[in-house]
């Protein structure tokens, strides 16, 4: 739960963008277990950190690339040797495909912004869009794709895993509810910003996850966490930003009334009931996007870190020890380690040290 005091909203800045040009990136490719073999195909993760080196933003073509984890499509070549294993998620058009004449071709949701001298994390999820089956158990090999080759290097780097079992055919289970955390509003832009807030925050724990990988137990990770087991925080953000089954399923919501109905009387920004999430006006006249944590220091005061400290709650059952990053460092070890703002502090420090 977080109190009107611990936000901060930060002024609104403007961006000078430039498109990413072929090669001028960086891509560094992932999976969730320091093991390249997994018994399933259930246990496949990947994560893809894409970096600009480059003194200029970078607007980035989303679709059909490794960008977009958004939606069940198509972000990877998957090959067993030398026989391809077919794609059976959704294909896309996008309004960015259209012509002047039909359609806007430079549609916003197309593209994804990645700052000058900074990186984004993005988290894959495959076992229910490709066809494992029809290779059977073995050694598959996962290239990222770049739609007609708009910004990757031009060898792109690719990542080997090994199931050894478990190939079966998994199918995608349409729905409303494509991520196990739903907003519920009926007000169309509070919903809008939600599911916003619900990326930045998957964003952010995706971040510090693969930061903990990286650099497991470095200066920052022992500020926020101190001795505690790398793996078993690690897990804590993986959860988050996968969305995965293991974090459960709960609703987003824009308003509390008629029930639980704490908004009104207490100035809370937001709050967690049961698996539920309730967030209060405040959170969506208050506080700002997360990209703000880079230039203004808005900080605990993004909509993304409030959106983690609340699902950390949720998740894997944090508690409110202490408010602020200042506090959340001087805890001792136990504390650290259930205390919500230590992920939120976390996963803003890595972002302002490697994202921005």
Request: with cysteine; charged share 20%.
């Amino acid at each position: 739960m977080l109190p009107f005091s611990s936000l901060f909203a930060g002024a609104l800045i403007s961006l000078a963008l430039v498109f990413a040009r072929p090669g001028n990136l960086t891509v560094e490719l992932t999976t969730r277990f320091s093991s390249s073999s997994v018994s399933s195909v259930d246990d496949i993760f990947l994560t893809a950190v894409i970096s600009n080196p480059t003194t200029e933003d970078v607007k980035v073509v989303k679709l059909g690339s490794i960008l977009d984890a958004d939606a069940p499509t198509k972000s990877f070549k998957v090959k067993r040797g030398e026989l391809d294993v077919p794609f059976t998620g959704i294909t896309v058009r996008s309004p960015l495909y259209l012509s002047p004449a039909t359609g806007n071709p430079h549609d916003d949701a197309s593209y994804v912004l990645i700052p000058a001298g900074g990186s984004i994390t993005v988290n894959h999820t495959v076992s229910a869009l490709y066809d494992f089956s029809t290779a059977g158990p073995g050694t598959f090999t996962f290239t990222p794709l770049d739609d007609a080759d708009w910004f990757l290097p031009s060898s792109a780097p690719s990542i080997d895993i090994e199931v050894t079992h478990d190939v079966e055919r998994r199918y995608l289970a349409l729905s409303d509810a494509s991520s196990l955390s739903t907003p519920v509003c009926n007000d169309a832009k509070r919903k809008a910003y939600l599911a916003a807030s619900l990326a930045e925050a998957r964003s952010l724990a995706g971040g510090a996850a693969a930061s903990i990988k990286k650099r497991p137990a470095d200066a920052v990770y022992r500020s926020f966490f101190g001795n505690n087991n790398v793996n078993d925080v690690w897990y804590n953000f993986d959860r988050v930003a996968g969305d995965l089954a293991s974090a459960g399923v709960r609703n987003l919501y824009c308003t509390d009334t008629p029930s639980p109905g704490l908004c009104s009387t207490n100035g809370y920004v937001a709050y967690t009931y049961g698996t539920d999430i309730w967030f209060c006006n405040v959170f969506f006249t208050g506080s700002v996007p997360t990209s703000q944590v880079c230039s203004s220091g808005a900080g605990l005061g993004s909509r993304g870190s409030i959106m983690l400290h609340e699902l950390s709650h949720t998740v894997f059952g944090s508690d409110d020890v202490v408010y602020g990053c200042d506090g959340s460092k001087a805890l001792g070890d136990a504390d650290k380690k259930r205390n919500a703002d230590n992920y939120s502090c976390y996963a803003l420090q890595i972002r302002r040290s490697y994202g921005c």
